[in-house]
């Protein structure tokens, strides 16, 4: 199943933290891959002064439909480093969340979630190509650009404060050696009032059946 290889470090998540985080609110992309298309949303599940549930929907159409939800909780320290707490995936929403092992943050050998965790734009300056106007399925947006490099991976991104929380406008990631490195992401929407779907304290010990989903382990 293509959605479940894109867990949180080939998200990469933008975080900036002059963004007023609001509960409920994130943005819809769509996420291009050599496997196909899929329907990608970030929103914030719950904030607080020092903690954020962000959770991730990946869902995919046609005969062999697949949906699948993940929650991770973010440790908020002012100038700090953001830290991932816990994480949950659930894979069908009538059954109950499971805890996700905190390996499976560190699964990826190119470039990190961490790298993509910022407090300030200051700190990204490094990384800065240009202000351009970038076309998404949302329409035209003159957005920041950013290159990053790591492991064989390259990643451009482009991202603009008007779509607060997440930021994100448009996201291409190339690898030579590693083809679930190869993807898209480009905004459709805004989100607002979006509930979360998974609900931590109804969690689980992950199955087999979903660490091998995970590829945690084989079957």
């Known amino acids: 199943m293509m959605i479940t290889k894109f867990v949180l470090f080939f998200i990469l998540f933008i975080l900036i933290c002059s963004f007023k985080f609001q509960k409920g609110t994130g943005a819809q992309y ?24 962000v959770e991730f929907y990946f869902g995919t159409g046609g005969v062999l439909a697949s949906h699948m939800w993940q929650q991770f909780d973010f440790e908020l320290k002012g100038s700090s480093p953001v830290k991932i707490e816990k994480g949950y995936v659930l894979f069908d929403p009538t059954e109950a969340p499971e805890v996700m092992p905190k390996k499976l943050f560190k699964l990826n050998k190119g470039l990190q ?101 995970m590829g945690l382990i084989q079957e």
Do not use: C
Request: glycine share 6%; no cysteine; hydrophobic share 40%.
């Open 30 to 53: 769509e996420l291009t891959s050599k496997e196909g298309n899929a329907d990608l949303s970030i929103y914030v599940g719950d904030v607080s002064d020092h903690n954020m549930a």
């Open 113 to 213: 979630v961490e790298d993509f965790l910022f407090v300030s734009h200051g700190q990204i300056k490094k990384d800065f190509v240009a202000d351009e106007l970038v076309e998404v399925p949302a329409g035209s947006i003159v957005a920041k650009h950013y290159k990053k490099h790591a492991n064989g991976q390259v990643v451009d991104f482009w991202i603009a404060d008007e779509v607060k929380p997440v930021g994100l406008i448009k996201l291409v990631s190339k690898s030579k050696t590693n083809a679930s490195s190869n993807y898209t992401i480009e905004l459709k929407t805004l989100l607002t009032n979006v509930r979360p779907v998974i609900n931590p304290g109804k969690a689980k010990v992950m199955s087999k059946e979903s660490k091998i989903k």
